[in-house]
C-alpha cells in the first residue's frame, strides 16, 4: 500500500512551543530531576510518563506546589485497578487550590445569556459569593462528606455554590434544569444529598421554562433533603409557595463571612458526576479532591496551554462534565467564560458574538456545533473581531476530516484546533492536544500525559494502525474513587473491567496511528452520546414505556457520514396501535421532558418484535452493527438469541431504515 500519510493543517511555530506551559515544565524536569526531553519530542516524554508514572505525578504535585498538611506518605499506596490509592497520607482542599494565589482584582469569570449580555465576576467577588454561600451551608448543619444536589443552569451563581460546597468538605453533584424530574431522581436519590439547590426557571431557544413545579417533584422523590434554596433566576419576584419550606436564595447567603477551606483526605469524595449505561440507574460517579487537583493541573497547563491572560471558553450545561472541567480550568493563571442557553438562538452565530465581545482566547465546543456550523455556511470572522482567538476546542464526539478543514478555512492557519477525547467518567482527556505536534485532519494529537492508553483487539493484544478497543492499562489519578453506594464495588468493576480483568475499558473504538495520534470511531458499547452528553439507553426505555401504546423499545445511535450522529429508535406497539404522527409526538415529548431535549429520538419505526438473547437482552450492539453494513452472522449467534426472526427484520429492513435517516427522511414515521 502506498503511504498515504495526510498533510498536517497546523503545524506550531518554533516560537509557540518555545512559550508552551509544557515546555517550561520540561526545563523543570531538566532542573529538578535531571531529567532531559528535547522541545517537541513529545512521545519520549510521554513515554516518560507512563513507564515512570509514579515518578511523573509526584513531579507534577512538585511542580505546581501542590499544599498539602501532612505530605503524601507515596504517590500510589494500592496500584491494582480498580481500587488504586493516590497520595494516601496527604490532606488538602481541591477549592482552597482554585482560589490560592488569585489577587481580588483579576477577572475570574465573564458570562452571558439569553438574557442578559456579558457580566463579570473578579477573584474578590467569587470569593465573597462563595463564603457567603459557604457559611449558609454550615448554617444548614452540612459538614464534611454531605451531599448538595444542584439544579441550577450555568451561571456564576453554580460556580460559587459548586465552590462552597467543596470547600467546606461536602460533596457536590449538579444536574441541568432542562432534565427532566425522572433523570434527575435517578440520579439524585441514589446520593441522598441533605440540601437542594434549585432555580425557578430557566430561558432557552427564546422561551421561559418555569421550574417550581419539577422542584417540589424533586423535594418529594427526596426525603433526605432538609433544606431548598431556591434562586429566583426567572423571575426575581417568583411565589415560593407552591414548594415546601424553600428558602430564598439571597436568604441563605451570609454576606461578609471568610472563606475558608476545610483539610480533607486526597481521596475525600470531591464530586459526584454521572454516565449512563445501557441497562440500570445512571453511574454516580465519584472523584477525588487530590486525583483530580493533580490531574487538572496536568490538562489545564500542559494540554490546554493556559496561561495568564488566557479568557477560556467551552459551551456546556451543568449536567454535562466540561462544566467540571472548565471549573478546574481557573487552576491555571486564565479567566473563564460561561454561557446559558441554546447555541443555536437566535442563529449560530451567537457564540461568535460572545467571543467577540469577550476577548475569547480558546472557543471550545461540541463536534456536533461545528458541523452545524459548517452545514450552515456560516463565516465566523465576516463582521466579527475573533483576533484574540488562539484555539478551537472539540470534543463530545469525534469530529469529521471536513469539520477540521472547515476550522481552518474559516478562522485561519494559525489556530490551534485541540480535539480532545475522554468521558465524563475521568472528567478529563484520554487523548488530547499537545502545543507542541502538528494537527492533522479528523485527528486526535496526542495520548495525555500519564495517562496509558492504548487499542486492543479482543483479545488484549495492542494494536496499531487498526481499529480496537480504547483501554488504559495502568491507573490515572482523575479515575473514579468508586460509584456512590456501590458497597464492594461491583457496579464498578462491571462498567470498566469485565471484558480485560484489571485494564480500564472505556467503550470506545480507537485507531493509534504510527505518528502517536488517535482516530475515534464511535462508541462499542450502546451508550446513547449526545453533544457529549452520555445517557443510558434504559433511561430512554424508562420513559417511553410509560406509554400504553408502547410495550417494548430499542435505541442505537449511529455515526452520519457528515459527522453528526443520528439516534433511531424502534417501539413494538400494543395490539391494535399504530404509529401515527399523534404517537410519535407523545413519545418524544415523553423522552423531551422525562429524560432531556438532547436525547430526542431522529426517527421513530415500528417493528413487529425486538431480537433477544435466551435470557431475555436486547440485542442493542448488534443492530447497531447490522445497520451499518455488518452481516448478519458476524454480529450474533442465531442460537443464541429466544427470537433470530427479530434480527433478521433489522437486515431485511436495513436499506429501507438508513434511507429513512437521511436528511431527506428526516421527521417521517413509519
Not at 88 to 105: C, E, M, Q, S, T
Not at 303 to 321: C, E, I, P, S
Not at 429 to 444: H, R, S
Not at 497 to 525: A, C, K, N, Q
Request: a negative charge; proline letters at 7%.
Amino acid at each position: 500500500m502506498e503511504n498515504s500519510e495526510p498533510a498536517p493543517l497546523w503545524v506550531p511555530s518554533e516560537e509557540r512551543r518555545q512559550q508552551a506551559q509544557l515546555t517550561r515544565y520540561c526545563r523543570w524536569l531538566g532542573e529538578h530531576r535531571g531529567r532531559q526531553f528535547d522541545v517537541g519530542d513529545y512521545d519520549a516524554l510521554w513515554q516518560w510518563s507512563v513507564d515512570h508514572l509514579e515518578a511523573f505525578y509526584a513531579s507534577v504535585w512538585d511542580y505546581f506546589d501542590v499544599q498539602a498538611s501532612p505530605g503524601y506518605d507515596s504517590v500510589l499506596g494500592r496500584q491494582e485497578m480498580p481500587g488504586a490509592e493516590w497520595f494516601p497520607g496527604a490532606r488538602l482542599n481541591y477549592a482552597g487550590h482554585i482560589f490560592r494565589d488569585k489577587a481580588d482584582g483579576d477577572l475570574a469569570v465573564q458570562f452571558a445569556s439569553e438574557r442578559h449580555s456579558p457580566d463579570s465576576w473578579t477573584w474578590g467577588e467569587l470569593r465573597a459569593r462563595t463564603a457567603a454561600l459557604a457559611a449558609g451551608l454550615r448554617s444548614a448543619g452540612v459538614g464534611i462528606g454531605d451531599r448538595v444536589a444542584a439544579y441550577l443552569p450555568n451561571i456564576p451563581e453554580a460556580l460559587a455554590a459548586g465552590l462552597a460546597c467543596m470547600s467546606i468538605g461536602a460533596v457536590w453533584s449538579a444536574c441541568s434544569p432542562d432534565f427532566g424530574v425522572r433523570s434527575v431522581v435517578d440520579r439524585f436519590a441514589q446520593i441522598e444529598p441533605t440540601v437542594l439547590l434549585a432555580v425557578d426557571g430557566y430561558r432557552y431557544g427564546g422561551r421561559d421554562y418555569s421550574r417550581l413545579a419539577e422542584v417540589r417533584a424533586l423535594q418529594d422523590a427526596l426525603p433526605t433533603l432538609r433544606r431548598t434554596v431556591v434562586l429566583r433566576h426567572l423571575d426575581p419576584d417568583a411565589d415560593l409557595s407552591v414548594l415546601a419550606d424553600a428558602v430564598r436564595w439571597e436568604d441563605f447567603e451570609q454576606p461578609g463571612a471568610e472563606l475558608t477551606f476545610e483539610p480533607v483526605p486526597s481521596d475525600h469524595p470531591l464530586w459526584v458526576v454521572y454516565s449512563s449505561g445501557t441497562t440500570g440507574l445512571p453511574k454516580p460517579i465519584v472523584h477525588s479532591h487530590g486525583g483530580m487537583l493533580v490531574d487538572q493541573l496536568k490538562y489545564a497547563h500542559f494540554h490546554f496551554d493556559a496561561k495568564a491572560g488566557d479568557r477560556l471558553f467551552w459551551f456546556t450545561t451543568t449536567g454535562w462534565v466540561m462544566w467540571n472541567v472548565m471549573l478546574g480550568m481557573l487552576l491555571s493563571p486564565a479567566s473563564i467564560i460561561i454561557y446559558d442557553g441554546n447555541p443555536g438562538f437566535p442563529d449560530l452565530g451567537v457564540l461568535w458574538d460572545l467571543a467577540e465581545q469577550t476577548g475569547m482566547t480558546l472557543f471550545g465546543t461540541s463536534a456536533g456545533y461545528i458541523v452545524s456550523c459548517m452545514k450552515a455556511g456560516l463565516h465566523p470572522r465576516a463582521g466579527r473581531d475573533l483576533s484574540a482567538l488562539r484555539s478551537v476546542g472539540s470534543t463530545g464526539s469525534a469530529l469529521s476530516a471536513d469539520g477540521f478543514e472547515w476550522v481552518y478555512r474559516e478562522l485561519g492557519p494559525d489556530i490551534w484546533l485541540n480535539s480532545s477525547s475522554g468521558g465524563t467518567d475521568v472528567a478529563g482527556p484520554f487523548l488530547c492536544g499537545v502545543p507542541w505536534l502538528p494537527v492533522y485532519p479528523a485527528e486526535l494529537q496526542a495520548r495525555a500525559l500519564g495517562v496509558a492508553v492504548e487499542s486492543w483487539d479482543p483479545a488484549g493484544r495492542p494494536l496499531v494502525g487498526e481499529t480496537g478497543e480504547l483501554v488504559i492499562t495502568k491507573p490515572m489519578p482523575a479515575m473514579p474513587i468508586c460509584f456512590w453506594g456501590d458497597p464492594g464495588g461491583r457496579r464498578y468493576r462491571e462498567a470498566y473491567f469485565d471484558m480485560y480483568p484489571g485494564v480500564w475499558r472505556h467503550g470506545d473504538w480507537l485507531e493509534l496511528t504510527p505518528r502517536g495520534s488517535g482516530i475515534l470511531s464511535g462508541r462499542s458499547d450502546a451508550t446513547i452520546n449526545r453533544g457529549g452528553v452520555r445517557m443510558g439507553s434504559a433511561e430512554l426505555y424508562r420513559a417511553v414505556l410509560t406509554l400504553p401504546e408502547v410495550v417494548d423499545a430499542l435505541v442505537v445511535d449511529l455515526p452520519g457520514a457528515d459527522g453528526v450522529d443520528v439516534m433511531p429508535m424502534f417501539v413494538v406497539l400494543a395490539d391494535g396501535v399504530t404509529l401515527n404522527e399523534g404517537l410519535v409526538d407523545r413519545i418524544r415529548a415523553t423522552i423531551r421532558r422525562e429524560v432531556s431535549p438532547r436525547h430526542v429520538p431522529d426517527r421513530i419505526f415500528a417493528v413487529p418484535e425486538l431480537p433477544r438473547t435466551l435470557t431475555g437482552k436486547t440485542l442493542e450492539i448488534p443492530v447497531k452493527r447490522l445497520l451499518q453494513g455488518a452481516e448478519i452472522d458476524r454480529v450474533a449467534s442465531r442460537d443464541s438469541l429466544a427470537n433470530p426472526a427479530a434480527l433478521e427484520w433489522f437486515e431485511q429492513s436495513r436499506k429501507a431504515i438508513l434511507d429513512e435517516l437521511r436528511p431527506s427522511g428526516a421527521g417521517r414515521s413509519s
